[in-house]
Structure formats: structure tokens, C-alpha cells
């Protein structure tokens, strides 16, 4: 069975310039997730969606991040305008949604900011 | 607010030693500790979990011991080798409605086993 996939791996861009993600889960895993993770820190969540509705995106900055879950299925996210700050790896995750459920990750997307 | 404090940062252990890796939880509604484990250029994949019910709970050379009143969890790798040098995060679940469950992870420790 496929695990979850990301593209791209490695993204570089100047700063300003838009940028996106895209995610596949696990086939028939109904949650989504993506996470941040900064060099030397623990993911933190951005955006939680359940089948094509996003039920927490407390986290997600609005002003320039977006994201959506067309179907249900694959997820995109995107970074307009990206800042310097925003360089990290960029982490997808599905799941099934039960209490015991283990969340599987992607290999995520380095992002760089010039 | 820091919801999962984990320690050490880094870690090195001769091969066959004993790795401990602690976390402490401030989070009551927490009701799932996972441990996961990352390599270089990979996500985090799911090593070990407990339920806090149990005290402790091993898995091959993986134990977790839990120790719910002091909220505090911790892992130990038997027999460390050198294919376990990797870097491991501490979580902790919560079910945040609608049939989902919201991890909080702790910052990571750097193991790297010597041989």
C-alpha cells in the first residue's frame, strides 16, 4: 500500500512569490493533516480537514496561507506571499480518525525562502 | 504554552546501551501518548503508543513507562544500536471532535547510537 505523498521534496523561492503543496493521503483515510516543522522542533499542526471540510485551521495564518481539499481526497496548501520566515518542511499526515489511530506522515516539503 | 516538554535534546549512547528519552504533559485531555520516530529527509512514523491506563507497555526493545499521576512518560530503547540513531518525538493525543484527534508534539531528541 502507497503511504502519503508529497510533492514536491524540495522547494526554493525568493521571498514574495507564491508557492504550493500538494499532498495525497493514504487511500481511504478520511482525515488530513499538515504541519510545520522548524529545524530542530516537533511538528506543529497548521490545519486539520475531515474528508473535504477543514474543521481546525486555528493555527493556519490567513493572511497567506491557504489551503483546500478538493473531493475529499488530495490537499494542497499554499504560501502567498512566502517570507523569509516561513522556511521549514512542510508535513503532510492521514489518518483514519479512530482514538488509537496512528497518523501517517509524509516525507514533506523542505521549503527555502531566499 | 509548551503542552509537551521533552528531554534530553540530544543523546548519545554506545551500542548496546540503554536510551532513555522523558516527556512531561501539562494537557489532562490528553488521552494517547505515541512516540515517533524521524530519520533524516523522512516524516515521523509512529514507533510506540500507550493508553494512560497502563503503566507501561514494550514493544521488542521499545518500552514505555507511563506514570499518570506525575504526567510523565518516557521511552527506553534496549540494546541501542546504531540503526536506532534517529531523532524521536514524544505526543500527546487528544480527540478534537468530529471524529479526529489532534497531536501535540514535544521537541524532539537527537539519538545517535555509537558504535
Known amino acids: 500500500e502507497a503511504g502519503v505523498v508529497q510533492s514536491p521534496r524540495y522547494k526554493i523561492i525568493e521571498k514574495k512569490q507564491p508557492v504550493a503543496f500538494w499532498c495525497n493521503p493514504i487511500?481511504?483515510?478520511?482525515?488530513l493533516y499538515w504541519y510545520l516543522q522548524n529545524l530542530g522542533q516537533g511538528p506543529e499542526l497548521l490545519i486539520r480537514y475531515e474528508n473535504e471540510e477543514a474543521v481546525d485551521d486555528s493555527q493556519l495564518p490567513k493572511d497567506r496561507f491557504s489551503a483546500e481539499r478538493l473531493k475529499g481526497v488530495d490537499s494542497t496548501l499554499k504560501i502567498q506571499p512566502a517570507e523569509l520566515g516561513d522556511s521549514a518542511v512542510y508535513l503532510c499526515?492521514?489518518?483514519?480518525?479512530?482514538?488509537?489511530?496512528?497518523?501517517?506522515f509524509g516525507p514533506g516539503t523542505r521549503l527555502t525562502v531566499l | 504554552q509548551q503542552q509537551v516538554k521533552q528531554s534530553p535534546q540530544s543523546l548519545i549512547v554506545q551500542k548496546g546501551g540503554i536510551s532513555i528519552i522523558n516527556c512531561a504533559y501539562e494537557n489532562t485531555a490528553f488521552d494517547y501518548f505515541p512516540w515517533y520516530q524521524q530519520f533524516p529527509g523522512k516524516g515521523p512514523a509512529l514507533l510506540i503508543a500507550?493508553?494512560?491506563?497502563?503503566s507501561e507497555k514494550k514493544e521488542g526493545r521499545f518500552t514505555i513507562s507511563f506514570n499518570k499521576s506525575a504526567k510523565q512518560f518516557s521511552l527506553h530503547i534496549m540494546d541501542s544500536q546504531p540503526g536506532d540513531s534517529a531523532t524521536y518525538f514524544c505526543?500527546?493525543?487528544?480527540?478534537?471532535?468530529?471524529?479526529?484527534?489532534?497531536?501535540?508534539f514535544g521537541k524532539g531528541t537527537k539519538l545517535s547510537v555509537i558504535p
Open positions: 505526543a500527546g493525543q487528544r480527540d478534537s471532535g468530529a471524529g479526529s484527534y489532534q497531536l501535540t
Open positions: 500507550i493508553r494512560p491506563d497502563v
Open positions: 487511500s481511504g483515510h478520511n482525515t
Open positions: 499526515a492521514s489518518s483514519q480518525g479512530e482514538v488509537t489511530d496512528t497518523q501517517y
